[in-house]
């Protein structure tokens, strides 16, 4: 499959408006992909088991269905498919939620047409990275971490975690980078293609769930250290205090 924006990637596009549909379905034929194309989660579901799309785009506002569930659904039956999620600019809780819950990135209503096909392009380069993790798989050990990136597995103090496909090549990223800071932007464009308002926030939300799964207990017990302004960086011995506050040092990011 030729995930790197050939005509073979299939996006799966999600809404219950049959005439944005079309327009997502247009906008991605012209970006030369293929589009999947469904108005209710049933059908989106039984498109997602037969087409094996390389992306979703979903909107959370489906109507009279649940957003939210049909993202839950997907995230469980693919720790490492791409979702996109579509929010409404009243709805800005929606997007947090939507990130929390495993989304790997959003755009909101309004959007640009090119934000979008961009947007979807770095995913589905993305996926196609992913795929060759798995070809070549081999675990990463830094510290007590030890990372399975084929896998999507974490085990740390004898414990394992289970990560999501934006998670895992965050902290694998981290991990390959040791005891450096690695800069918010490089961070960006290595894991989404992009660097803009959006994907920091992305950022910011990935932290703060890998934060919760490494026991991190505040800036005294933290692996995940953030730099203000500069980025982020793995520091493998949790003592001593940080030089930050966490809640505005995430805002700095």
Not at 44 to 54: I, N, W
Not at 146 to 171: H, I
Not at 198 to 221: F, M
Request: charged letters at 30%; glycine letters at 10%.
């Amino acid at each position: 499959m030729d995930n790197g924006g050939g005509g073979q990637s299939k996006i799966l596009l999600v809404d219950d408006d049959q005439d944005l549909v079309d327009l997502l379905a247009f906008l991605v034929e012209q970006a030369g992909l293929t589009p999947l194309t469904a108005c209710e989660p049933m059908r989106a579901l039984e498109l997602f088991e037969k087409g094996a799309p390389s992306v979703a785009v979903v909107d959370l506002n489906l109507g009279q269905w649940d957003g939210f569930g049909l993202l839950a659904d997907l995230r469980r039956r693919s720790p490492t498919l791409p979702i996109i999620v579509l929010t409404a600019k009243s709805h800005e809780d929606d997007k947090v939620r939507a990130l929390e819950m495993g989304a790997d990135d959003y755009v909101v209503k309004p959007f640009g047409h090119r934000e979008l096909v961009a947007r979807i392009r770095a995913h589905a380069r993305r996926a196609d990275v992913d795929r060759d993790i798995v070809r070549a798989p081999g675990v990463l050990e830094v510290g007590p971490l030890r990372l399975d990136p084929a896998e999507r597995s974490l085990v740390l103090d004898g414990a394992a975690f289970r990560l999501t496909g934006t998670e895992s090549r965050l902290l694998h990223y981290l991990m390959r980078n040791g005891d450096s800071v690695v800069p918010t932007a490089a961070l960006a464009k290595h894991i989404w293609g992009y660097d803009d308002a959006p994907a920091r926030e992305v950022i910011r939300v990935t932290v703060y769930r890998l934060r919760r799964k490494l026991g991190d207990k505040g800036p005294d017990h933290r692996f995940i250290q953030t730099v203000p302004g500069v980025g982020l960086r793995l520091r493998l011995e949790k003592n001593g205090r940080e030089e930050e506050n966490g809640q505005e040092a995430e805002r700095a990011l």
